[in-house]
T-cell receptor, first 111, second 113 residues
Framework: EDKVVQSPLSLVVHEGDTVTLNCSYEVTNFRSLLWYKQEKKAPTFLFMLTSSGIEKKSGRLSSILDKKELFSILNITATQTGDSAIYLCAVDSGANSKLTFGKGITLSVRP | DSGVTQTPKHLITATGQRVTLRCSPRSGDLSVYWYQQSLDQGLQFLIQYYNGEERAKGNILERFSAQQFPDLHSELNLSSLELGDSALYFC????????????FGPGTRLLVL
């Protein structure tokens, strides 16, 4: 069975800190890894990673994938209170794009 | 706003009842996915439809069923409801089956009392 594990489960930081969120996976047919941010409602797409070692960057957020070691990290620099959310990692492992999600990391950024 | 709409936003019902959740995908998207999110299980894939046909099944109970109609909207039917079915139900859509980026609707929060 496909498995995605995220760590830590929750994190409290202060504004301005840098955080690293971890995601490891075990899937049968890896196609891509995706990061989503979930605030009060629906998950919103952040990044999709398909190739190892390539960094995807958007403003203060960046992510990298290691296909050999089967993990990804999501970095957030200079955190702001608006970054407070649940960060979900998901792996696409089939022709029908069935996404297997981790349980998420709850990030709280204090002023 | 992802362009995916779900109704109703909230639903409160009693054990043993049946409910129907509705989803309209983004314009042009042929593939619809249903997910259940509960506190202890996280986000779990239930079922996928592509252009009216079932394509993939995940952890969907036999009491649950879904369909996708010719106009591409989808319905998730939950019957013989139990307390443990209380959760947030998301629909997501993508242009075709095999498209990695799925766009999520706002969800339907179901509370079974």
């Amino acid at each position: 069975e496909d498995k995605v594990v995220q760590s830590p489960l929750s994190l409290v930081v202060h504004e301005g800190d840098t955080v690293t969120l971890n995601c490891s996976y075990e899937v049968t047919n890896f196609r891509s890894l995706l990061w989503y941010k979930q605030e009060k409602k629906a998950p919103t797409f952040l990044f999709m990673l398909t190739s190892s070692g390539i960094e995807k960057k958007s403003g203060r957020l960046s992510s990298i994938l290691d296909k050999k070691e089967l993990f990804s990290i999501l970095n957030i620099t200079a955190t702001q209170t608006g970054d407070s959310a649940i960060y979900l990692c998901a792996v696409d492992s089939g022709a029908n794009s069935k996404l297997t999600f981790g349980k998420g990391i709850t990030l709280s950024v204090r002023p | 706003d992802s362009g995916v709409t779900q109704t109703p936003k909230h639903l409160i019902t009693a054990t043993g009842q049946r409910v129907t959740l509705r989803c309209s995908p983004r314009s042009g998207d042929l593939s619809v996915y249903w997910y259940q999110q509960s506190l202890d299980q996280g986000l779990q894939f239930l079922i996928q439809y592509y252009n009216g046909e079932e394509r993939a099944k995940g952890n969907i109970l036999e009491r649950f069923s879904a369909q996708q109609f010719p106009d591409l909207h989808s319905e998730l039917n939950l019957s013989s409801l139990e307390l443990g079915d209380s959760a947030l139900y998301f629909c997501a859509s993508s242009p075709w089956t095999g498209a990695e980026t799925q766009y999520f609707g706002p969800g339907t929060r179901l509370l079974v009392l």
